[in-house]
């Protein structure tokens, strides 16, 4: 797909969902977005964060997967606003109350897959971190990290390093054991 600067991963997020397009019981999908491309802050914070997401949901792949029996998707990082608050997104997106920050998650595909409503992704470069809470409650939905109160944001920089040292991962262990984790 095309670089869109002003869609970012919503550009190919369409064509993704379509290759695993099947509502068949008993099937998940990861769908992440790296960091990288628009830190505030530390770059090790964002490091950290990174490694964070990816020990809380693929190396703890089945403590998710036992999750999903229960939820229809499993992230980190949720934030919950109500219907009297703005949106958190800087392009100023209004879809749903909620939203794994940082675009990390894993969704049951029976839920979403066999919704009519399941290719509305907004057309806008925070489409994909949306694109759940537009189906779905946050009541539905776990997170599995939650380094912060679900409602209230982590403050200017959500990449401090002291998020995810009090966010019951080991930092440190995290790094040693995935040394394929860091940039």
């Not at 530390?42 to 964070?52: E, F, K, L, T």
Request: overall charge neutral; charged content about 20%; hydrophobic content about 35%.
């Amino acid at each position: 797909v095309r670089n869109d600067h002003r869609l970012r991963e919503v550009a190919s997020f369409q064509k993704l969902l379509d290759q695993v397009a099947s509502p068949k019981k008993g099937n998940a999908t990861f769908y992440a977005h790296t960091k990288g491309n628009s830190t505030y802050g530390s770059v090790q914070g964002s490091i950290y964060w990174r490694n964070a997401m990816y020990y809380a949901l693929l190396d703890q792949w089945e403590g998710c997967m036992t999750s999903l029996e229960e939820y229809v998707a499993v992230g980190c990082c949720k934030m919950i606003w109500g219907d009297n608050y703005r949106s958190p997104y800087p392009s100023g997106l209004n879809h749903g109350r909620w939203m794994f920050s940082g675009t990390f998650f894993w969704f049951r595909n029976d839920a979403v897959f066999s919704r009519d409503d399941w290719r509305k992704v907004p057309q806008d470069r925070y489409g994909a971190e949306a694109w759940l809470a537009g189906m779905f409650s946050t009541e539905q939905t776990k997170s599995v990290l939650q380094p912060w109160p679900e409602t209230a944001y982590p403050g200017i920089d959500p990449y401090d390093s002291k998020w995810y040292r009090d966010a019951g991962v080991a930092i440190e262990d995290v790094e040693l054991a995935h040394p394929s984790y860091r940039i």
